[in-house]
Antibody, heavy 122, light 106 residues
């Protein structure tokens, strides 16, 4: 059974940093890309960042490029999203989501984690 | 960047109704479009990918159609479990989501 479990969310001050983790299991991690998608309170879904199965290709939304870094370690079955220079606009539930097909992204997302809440506030 | 516009933003319907949600892309995405259902406090759930392919385990009352810039999601007979928010997503060029359509009880 495919499982994605996010962690690392919490309260952080404006300008601060946070690292989110996504523990993946139940499938061959190196074969599938994974993305981070966020949802601000009461708002819609926003794609944030993606990484290929091998980790050699990374992708970022304009809103986070230069501030966020996505990475993965397939041996540890874990992906990360390092976030810097956080502002109130980054407050959201952050989901990790697995590509629905193996190969070169982009693909739809067939499995999602339960999400982790990041709150940026003083 | 490719923008997706869903209509309507809110839809009031009754159990048994046939409902259709439209998603319009700012440029062609071929058939690289997916639909998701999200309930409050839960992660989105994949319903349809490649515009019209039903994900395994999704009831057949859900269907998708379209190509290029115009797409639709249809629920043939609305069930109590279907009251939720629905999002389209393009994956032709990176990823973009529509703003969502909330299906509420009439």
């Amino acid at each position: 059974e495919v499982q994605l479990l996010e962690s690392g969310g919490g309260l952080v001050q404006p300008g601060g940093s946070l690292r989110l983790s996504c523990a993946a299991s139940g499938y061959t991690l190196s074969a599938y890309g994974v993305s981070w998608v966020r949802q601000a309170p009461g708002k819609g879904l926003e794609w944030v960042s993606g990484i290929s199965g091998s980790g050699s290709n990374t992708y970022y939304a304009d809103s986070v490029r230069g501030r966020f870094t996505i990475s993965r370690d397939n041996y540890k079955n874990t992906l990360w999203l390092q976030m810097h220079s956080l502002s109130a606009e980054d407050t959201a539930v952050y989901y990790c989501a697995k590509d629905g097909e193996s190969g070169t992204s982009p693909y739809y997302f067939d499995f999602w984690g339960q999400g982790t809440l990041v709150t940026v506030s003083s | 960047d490719i923008q997706l516009t869903q209509s309507p933003s809110t839809l009031s319907a009754s159990v048994g109704d046939r409902v259709t949600i439209t998603c319009r892309a700012s440029q062609s995405v071929n058939t690289w479009l997916a639909w998701y259902q999200q309930k409050p406090g839960k992660a989105p759930k994949l319903l349809i990918y490649k515009a019209s392919t039903l994900e395994g385990g999704v009831p057949s009352r859900f269907s998708g159609s379209g190509s290029g810039t115009e797409f639709s999601l249809t629920i043939s007979s609305l069930q109590p479990d279907d009251f939720a928010t629905y999002y389209c997503q393009q994956y032709n060029s990176y990823w973009t989501f529509g703003q969502g359509t909330k299906v509420e009880i009439k």
